[in-house]
């Protein structure tokens, strides 16, 4: 099966920076994928890592290492937009595109 | 806007209902997916279309029947269902052998059982 761990809540201060780390547990693993879902709203892609290391994306950027199935997603440069659910989620040996998801964490930014 | 619509936005059904969630991508992929999305649990992975073949049932009740017509549209049909099967329905889709394996989600179908 597969198991994955995020923090529930995180709470950081406009133009901060913030880490939301993701572990897993899987049969197999084929890449660590972020995504963020506002209030009422889809979720939405926001990064994909296959191989380890830092993948940057404007104000976000996601890390992997496989040896230690540890992922995190950096947020630097906090805006009060920001404040969404985060999920992280592994590809596994099942399926081509098949996601398994985190519980999700939620992101406060405040003033 | 995403390129995946989905309707009903809301649905209220009795247990004995018989209801249809739409999803429809204009995106032109060939990967559908259903997900269950509840209160503080992860997103829940319940059906998989590749090119309109289901390729994934993730041991889900048989009172939830997927179809996929086309590679554009796909169908949860509904019946008899239990108070805690509400929760919201996400739809999603993707290309298949893509590098960063994105899936594009509608907005989802919030449903109550009553």
């Known amino acids: 099966g597969q198991s994955l761990e995020q923090p529930s809540e995180v709470t950081a201060v406009e133009g901060a920076i913030v880490q939301i780390n993701c572990t897993y547990q899987t049969s197999g693993f084929y890449g660590l994928s972020w995504y963020q879902q506002h209030d009422g709203g889809a979720p939405t892609f926001l990064s994909y890592?296959?191989?380890?290391g830092l993948e940057e994306t404007g104000r976000f950027s996601s890390f992997l290492s496989r040896s230690d199935s540890y992922g995190y997603l950096l947020l630097q440069e906090l805006q009060m937009k920001d404040s969404a659910s985060y999920f992280c989620a592994v590809r596994d040996q099942t399926g081509a595109n098949n996601l398994f998801f985190g519980t999700g964490t939620r992101l406060t930014v405040i003033p | 806007e995403t390129g995946v619509t989905q309707t009903p936005r809301h649905l209220v059904m009795g247990m004995t209902n018989k209801k249809s969630l739409k999803c429809e991508q204009h995106l032109g992929h060939n990967a559908m997916y259903w997900y269950k999305q509840s209160a503080k649990k992860p997103l829940e992975l319940m059906f998989v279309y590749n090119f309109k073949e289901q390729t994934e049932n993730n041991s889900v009740p048989s009172r939830f029947s997927p179809e996929c017509p086309n590679s554009s549209h796909l169908f949860l049909h509904l019946h008899t269902l239990q108070p805690e099967d509400s929760a919201l329905y996400l739809c999603?889709?993707?290309?298949?052998?893509?590098?960063?394996?994105?899936?594009?989600f509608g907005p989802g179908t919030r449903l109550t059982v009553t």
């Open positions: 890592n296959a191989l380890d």
């Open positions: 999603a889709s993707s290309q298949e052998r893509t590098s960063s394996h994105e899936q594009y």
